[in-house]
């Protein structure tokens, strides 16, 4: 990568920036209705973790968007010329929930740029930090981690990833296009691995529509709420191991150890996509 491009790229460590959001009810009802849900958000009522992700978003005009569907680089992130860009892990850390309805606060501020050497071989992962209040109340701190890579040659793929354990439930499911294009929306997410096939397969040289990161780590904790009776998550941690694919059969696993769950979801060939924890409260 360079020493002087590392140390160019490092210079946007400590650079910051604050949003606002009145948590509006639309963009938590209709994640509800796309995921299929029976509850039906209404304001005063919490919001699950990782559906603040449906607010305080970024929306670059159309001139601020370069051909991939991403920002342009340069902005708030540093300028990595990389051609790959994924969410790749995050860790939060939620002190209350959020209310749909109350506006809120998110502070950003990017804390770390690395290179790092893995099978696929040699990237760039830069991490920010979220902090989120209402009422002037800390509700979530939250470590995001991007990953830059080169664009890979036809036929690479990233090793398989081991089970945790055996798990002590199992839920199948199957994303469609339509959920990705809805949930792309709905997180002002423009990248075209996404919901456009041609460009993903032609461009990117996936076998077809990725299915988003904090998607999958969203439907994982939805299985989880149902069955933790009513116990309040404090802490989830998430981690992309391998891409998940739109009509591909993926299954949610989970498992209890004590205060502790591990979930993860595992692709219709056995292969691990996302490994995650979370500690109940």
Aim: charge should be neutral; include cysteine; proline fraction near 9%.
């Amino acid at each position: 990568m360079g020493e002087a491009n590392l140390e160019h790229w490092r210079s946007w460590i400590g650079r910051a920036r604050t949003a606002s959001d009145p948590l509006v009810g639309f963009p938590a009802r209709a994640l509800a209705n796309a995921l299929d849900m029976r509850w039906q958000p209404q304001p005063g009522e919490e919001l699950p973790p990782t559906w603040h992700w449906l607010y305080f978003l970024d929306t670059p005009a159309a001139a601020g968007t370069g051909p991939d569907g991403h920002p342009l680089k340069g902005g708030f992130l540093p300028p990595i010329p990389l051609p790959r860009r994924m969410w790749a892990s995050g860790e939060l850390r939620i002190e209350r929930p959020m209310i749909l309805g109350v506006a809120g606060e998110k502070q950003s501020k990017v804390v770390a740029v690395d290179v790092k050497n893995g099978a696929s071989g040699e990237f760039v992962l830069v991490t920010v930090e979220h902090i989120l209040h209402q009422d002037g109340r800390l509700c979530i701190r939250e470590l995001q981690r991007l990953v830059y890579r080169e664009r890979p040659t036809r036929g690479d793929a990233p090793p398989p990833g081991e089970s945790p354990d055996e798990a002590q439930w199992c839920v199948n499911v199957t994303p469609n296009p339509v959920l990705l294009f809805r949930y792309s929306a709905l997180t002002y997410n423009a990248h075209r691995i996404h919901y456009d096939r041609d460009y993903a397969v032609n461009e990117e040289l996936y076998p077809g529509l990725v299915v988003q990161a904090p998607l999958l780590a969203t439907m994982l904790l939805a299985t989880l709420a149902e069955r933790t009776r009513g116990r309040r998550i404090s802490a989830f941690d998430y981690r992309a191991v391998r891409p998940a694919f739109a009509d591909a059969a993926i299954a949610l696993h989970g498992a209890f150890r004590g205060d502790r769950v591990d979930t993860w979801t595992v692709d219709q060939d056995g292969f691990v996509t996302m490994k995650a924890s979370a500690v109940l409260g």
